[in-house]
Every structure is written in C-alpha cells, then in structure tokens.
T-cell receptor, first 114, second 116 residues
C-alpha cells in the first residue's frame, strides 16, 4: 500500500521560471493538502483540494501560485515566475473521504530558486 | 499570530528515560490535535492524535495528554530510544466535527535528542 508520493524530490529553477510539483495521494484518499516549510520554520498550510474542487485556499499567496486536483492524475502545485523567496520544502498530505482529520504526508519536494 | 506554540526548540534526554514535549495553543475552536515526527529531508510521520472530548490517548510508548482549560497538550515518550531522535511537531485542527476545512496549524517543532 503505497504512501503519498511526490515528485520531483528536488527541483532547481532560475528566477522567473515555472515550478510544477506533483502529488499522488495514498490509495483510496480523495483529499489533498499542500504545505510549505521555510527554513527554520514549521509547516504552513497552503491549500486543500478534493477531486476537481478547491475547498480552502486561504494559505495560498494571491499571485503566481495555483493548485489543481483533476479527476484523473496527480495534484499539481504550480508556481509561476519563481523568486528566491519561494525556496522551501513543499509537502503534500492526503486523507481518506469522510472527513478524517488525520493527514498522511509525502516526502516533500525541495525547491531551490537560483 | 502563532496559534500553536512549541516553546522548547530542543530537548535532550537519556535513553530509557521519559521525554516530555509540550505544546500550547490559543484558538479555542481547535478540536483535534496531532503529533508528527520528522527526520531531516523526509516528510512528517503521523504519531498520535487526540480529540478535544478526551484528555488522554495512549499508543504503545506514546501518550498524549490534553488540558483544554490551559490550552496545553503534551506528548510523553517512555522509554525513550535513540531512534526517537527527530523533530516533533504539534498540530491542531478545527475540522473534527464537520468543519469546512481540515487544515492543520503546526507549531515550530522541538528537536528531541535521545542520548545512548
């Protein structure tokens, strides 16, 4: 029973490029969450999605960031025109349907912006 | 505004002794609390959780205590083992009873070092 999968594990981008981070939830899970961890800080909530729906995006920066969870395929977190301050670890978590609060995390994608 | 606080950045304990990690929160709407363990370059691993209707939950060597009046929870690990050395995050949610979102609010973590 595979856990939450994220790819790539490491991503290097130059300023102004686009970053695409992918997340496949655990089998049977239909809820996906994205969190960001800046150096020396805790994890910060970004967005909560169910299939084809954004439920809560209160933690997403207003510009350049978007997320989707299509009917088929992984969830995608997209960062356009990256800046150095976007350098962080981005974690995806999933939970099963039915409103479970417990979330299971993937290994993360470490984004470095040069 | 830091709604979940872990005031001890680090803790060192001898192998076999008890580790006690503390967490305070400010939002009275939180109704579910979780502890995660995290190794460097890995994602957080779920350890144990507790609903606000309980004051204690136990799973093997891990016990979580919740004091709602003090808005305080703690994680006890006994006996501590060197493999427990990691960063421990406390997290809280207000989504346990059908809230619109299940987002987790994390503390800043406590680095536990268990000395052999």
């Amino acid at each position: 029973n595979a856990g939450v999968m994220q790819n790539p594990r490491h991503l290097v981008r130059r300023r102004g490029q686009e970053a695409r981070l992918r997340c496949s939830p655990m089998k049977g899970h239909s809820h996906v969450y994205w969190y960001r961890q800046l150096p020396e800080e805790g994890l910060k909530f970004m967005v909560y999605l169910q299939k084809e729906n954004i439920i809560d995006e209160s933690g997403m920066p207003k510009e350049r960031f978007s997320a989707e969870f299509p009917k088929e395929g992984p969830s995608i977190l997209r960062i356009q025109q990256v800046v150095r301050g976007d350098s962080a670890a981005y974690f995806c978590a999933s939970s099963p349907p039915g409103g479970s609060v417990t979330q299971y995390f993937g290994p993360g994608t470490r984004l470095t912006v040069l | 505004d830091q709604q979940v606080k872990q005031n001890s950045p680090s803790l060192s304990v001898q192998e076999g002794r008890i580790s006690i990690l503390n967490c305070d929160y400010t939002n009275s709407m939180f109704d579910y609390f979780l502890w995660y363990k995290k190794y460097p370059a890995e994602g957080p691993t779920f350890l144990i959780s507790i609903s606000s209707i309980k004051d204690k939950n136990e799973d093997g060597r891990f016990t979580v205590f919740l004091n709602k009046s003090a808005k305080h929870l703690s994680l006890h690990i006994v006996p501590s083992q060197p493999g427990d050395s990691a960063v421990y995050f406390c997290a809280a949610s207000s989504g346990n009873y059908g809230g619109a979102t299940n987002k987790l609010i994390f503390g800043t973590g406590t680095l536990l070092a268990v000395q052999p």
